[in-house]
C-alpha cells in the first residue's frame, strides 16, 4: 500500500515537471508571436550588438558577458531571431528555476500554472525579449536565490558552490547583481541557516565569484573604473527624477496580474512555520529595496527578486485552496488573464504605433507611467516602443546623403553620431544603407575611436549643430543641414543629417589630439 502511495506521488512529481516544460517552450515562442514585425531593434540594443564587434572583458556601461551572446548574434548575421532569442531562452530558464522551487517544496500543477502567469503576462514577457544585460540580471538574481533555497533545504555544499558560480556570472553580467548578492548574504545571518559562515564551502564559493570576476575589475582598473563615470551620469540623467514613492508604487504596477502571487509568497516567508527555512528571502528581499530606494534605482532594478517569491507564493495559494475555496482558483486565473491581456499592448508593441496609440487613447491606458519618458513630459507612445523605431528609415536617409558625395570625397568622409543609440543603429545598418564605420565618442564608441584619422569631411547624425565654439567643427569651410528625420512617435523625431565639408589642414590633427584626450580619461 506505501508502494503505491508513493508511486502516485512519483506521477503526479513527473506529470508536473512535464507541464513545467510544456509551459517553459510556450512561454520562450509566445513573444515571437506577439510583437509586431513593425518594430526594430531597440536603441540600446543596437549599443550590445556593437560589443558583439569589439569583445573585451569590459565595456563602459556593463560587463562583457552580454556581448559573448552579441558575438554568436553577429556570427548568425544579427537578424532579429538571434537578438531575441537568447532574452526569450533564459526567461525561460528563470522559470524553470521558479519552477523547479515549486516541485521541490511539495506544489503541484495549479502552483506551476500560477508562477508562470508573471513570466507572460506582465513585465517580465518585455524584459525576457529586450537584448539587454536586465534578462542576465533576473536570472542570476532568480539562480542565487535558488541554489540557497535548495542548500537550505539538503545542506548539500554543492548549492553553495553553484550560488558562487552565479554570483560571478551575475557580476559579469551586470553590476546591480552585487546589491541581490549583498543583501541574501547578510539575510543569511539572520536565518535559520546562518551556521553556513562556519562552512569552508561557503568562502569557497565567494572565492570563486571573486575569481570569476577577477578579469573585469582588472579592465576596470586598467580603464579607471568607468563603472563609476557611467553611475555618475545615470544619476545626474536619469535617477535624479526618480522618488522613493514612485518606486515602491511601481513595484506593484509593474507586477499588477500578478501582485496577489508575490505579496502571498512575501507573507508565507515571513509568517508561517513552513517558510521559516528560507526567509532569508524574505529579508534579503527588504534590504535591496532598502538599498534601491536610497540609490533611487529605477523601478524595474527590483524585477529579480519578485521570481522566487511567485514561487512561495504559488505553492502557498494551492495549498490553502486544496481544501476549501477552491473555486477561488477560477477567480485568481479569471484576475490574472484578464488585466494581463488589457495591458499586453503596455509590454509589447503587438500592434502598429498607429494602431496602438488609437488603443492607449480609447482605454486611457496612456495616463500610466510608461508614457512619461526620462524627458519627465508624457508622450503618445511608450518610451521603449519609440525606442524600436525609425532607425532603420534614418539610417538610410543617412546612407542616401553619404552616396550622394563623389567617389573621392566618400573617401575622405567620415560618419559621426553624438549618441551611442545613432551610432549603433546606423552600423547596424550601414551595408544596406552603403555607410562605411560609424564613429562615436558616446559611451564605449569611445574606446573604438581610431587614433589616427584622414578625413576632409564629416557627415553628423545628431539634433542639433555643434556650438559655436567647438573646435573641431570650426575646422569646416562649409555647413549644410541634408535632411531631417520626420517621424513624429520616434523618440529621436527631428534628428539632423549634417554635411560639413571642406576641412582644414589642421583638421585631421586636431581630431587625433581630442580623441587622444578623451582616451587618456580612461587608461593608465
Known amino acids: 500500500?506505501?508502494?503505491?502511495?508513493?508511486?502516485?506521488?512519483?506521477?503526479?512529481?513527473?506529470?508536473?515537471?512535464?507541464?513545467?516544460?510544456?509551459?517553459?517552450?510556450?512561454?520562450?515562442?509566445?513573444?515571437?508571436?506577439?510583437?509586431?514585425?513593425?518594430?526594430?531593434?531597440?536603441?540600446?540594443?543596437?549599443?550590445?550588438?556593437?560589443?558583439?564587434?569589439?569583445?573585451?572583458?569590459?565595456?563602459?556601461?556593463?560587463?562583457?558577458?552580454?556581448?559573448?551572446?552579441?558575438?554568436?548574434?553577429?556570427?548568425?548575421?544579427?537578424?532579429?531571431?538571434?537578438?531575441?532569442?537568447?532574452?526569450?531562452?533564459?526567461?525561460?530558464?528563470?522559470?524553470?528555476?521558479?519552477?523547479?522551487?515549486?516541485?521541490?517544496?511539495?506544489?503541484?500543477?495549479?502552483?506551476?500554472?500560477?508562477?508562470?502567469?508573471?513570466?507572460?503576462?506582465?513585465?517580465?514577457?518585455?524584459?525576457?525579449?529586450?537584448?539587454?544585460?536586465?534578462?542576465?540580471?533576473?536570472?542570476?538574481?532568480?539562480?542565487?536565490?535558488?541554489?540557497?533555497?535548495?542548500?537550505?533545504?539538503?545542506?548539500?555544499?554543492?548549492?553553495?558552490?553553484?550560488?558562487?558560480?552565479?554570483?560571478?556570472?551575475?557580476?559579469?553580467s551586470k553590476y546591480s547583481v552585487a546589491f541581490y548578492g549583498f543583501s541574501l548574504v547578510v539575510a543569511l545571518a539572520f536565518s535559520p541557516i546562518r551556521k553556513v559562515f562556519g562552512k569552508k564551502a561557503f568562502y569557497i564559493s565567494l572565492g570563486l565569484a571573486f575569481l570569476i570576476f577577477l578579469p573585469n575589475l582588472l579592465w576596470q582598473y586598467q580603464h579607471r573604473f568607468p563603472v563609476i563615470h557611467h553611475m555618475k551620469e545615470l544619476q545626474e540623467e536619469q535617477l535624479k527624477n526618480i522618488s522613493a514613492r514612485d518606486f515602491i508604487i511601481d513595484q506593484f504596477v509593474m507586477n499588477m496580474p500578478c501582485v496577489y502571487i508575490w505579496i502571498s509568497g512575501l507573507l508565507f516567508i515571513l509568517f508561517r512555520a513552513a517558510g521559516k527555512p528560507y526567509r532569508f528571502i524574505a529579508f534579503s528581499y527588504v534590504l535591496v529595496m532598502g538599498l534601491l530606494v536610497y540609490l533611487s534605482g529605477k523601478s524595474y532594478y527590483a524585477l529579480g527578486v519578485y521570481p522566487v517569491l511567485f514561487a512561495f507564493g504559488a505553492i502557498h495559494l494551492e495549498k490553502i485552496t486544496a481544501l476549501r475555496a477552491k473555486w477561488s482558483r477560477y477567480l485568481m486565473l479569471i484576475y490574472s488573464f484578464s488585466l494581463g491581456l488589457f495591458i499586453i499592448p503596455l509590454v509589447l508593441p503587438i500592434a502598429k504605433p498607429d494602431t496602438l496609440t488609437r488603443y492607449y487613447e480609447k482605454t486611457k491606458l496612456n495616463k500610466v507611467g510608461d508614457f512619461k519618458w526620462e524627458d519627465q513630459e508624457r508622450h503618445p507612445l511608450p518610451q521603449d516602443f519609440a525606442d524600436m523605431i525609425g532607425w532603420k528609415e534614418m539610417a538610410m536617409q543617412a546612407g542616401a546623403i553619404y552616396n550622394r558625395l563623389p567617389a573621392a570625397e566618400k573617401a575622405k568622409t567620415a560618419v559621426y553620431c553624438r549618441g551611442y543609440y545613432t551610432a549603433g543603429a546606423l552600423n547596424y545598418y550601414r551595408k544596406e544603407a552603403g555607410l562605411p564605420e560609424v564613429i562615436s565618442d558616446d559611451a564605449s564608441f569611445l574606446l573604438w575611436l581610431p587614433d589616427t584619422v584622414n578625413i576632409r569631411n564629416l557627415l553628423l547624425v545628431g539634433h542639433n549643430l555643434p556650438d559655436k565654439d567647438d573646435k573641431v567643427f570650426n575646422q569646416f569651410e562649409k555647413v549644410t543641414v541634408m535632411d531631417t528625420v520626420k517621424m513624429p512617435l520616434f523618440r529621436e523625431n527631428g534628428m539632423k543629417i549634417i554635411l560639413f565639408e571642406n576641412g582644414k589642414d589642421s583638421l585631421n590633427r586636431i581630431i587625433e589630439k581630442a580623441i587622444a584626450q578623451l582616451k587618456s580619461q580612461y587608461s593608465r
Not at 109 to 121: K, N, R, S, T
Open 1 to 172: 500500500m506505501s508502494t503505491g502511495m508513493f508511486g502516485n506521488r512519483n506521477q503526479t512529481s513527473l506529470h508536473a515537471r512535464q507541464l513545467l516544460y510544456v509551459l517553459a517552450i510556450i512561454r520562450f515562442l509566445l513573444p515571437f508571436f506577439l510583437q509586431n514585425s513593425y518594430y526594430q531593434p531597440h536603441r540600446d540594443e543596437y549599443l550590445y550588438l556593437a560589443e558583439g564587434h569589439h569583445m573585451a572583458w569590459g565595456y563602459m556601461e556593463v560587463p562583457p558577458l552580454l556581448s559573448v551572446f552579441a558575438w554568436i548574434t553577429n556570427l548568425m548575421g544579427s537578424g532579429m531571431f538571434w537578438i531575441k532569442v537568447w532574452p526569450a531562452l533564459f526567461g525561460s530558464l528563470t522559470f524553470l528555476l521558479t519552477g523547479n522551487i515549486v516541485i521541490l517544496l511539495g506544489g503541484r500543477f495549479f502552483a506551476i500554472l500560477l508562477c508562470w502567469l508573471p513570466f507572460v503576462l506582465d513585465g517580465y514577457l518585455r524584459l525576457f525579449f529586450l537584448f539587454q544585460p536586465n534578462f542576465l540580471d533576473v536570472f542570476f538574481w532568480t539562480a542565487m536565490a535558488y541554489t540557497l533555497i535548495r542548500y537550505a533545504a539538503s545542506e548539500n555544499n554543492k548549492w553553495l558552490y553553484l550560488f558562487g558560480l552565479s554570483l560571478g556570472l551575475g557580476m559579469m
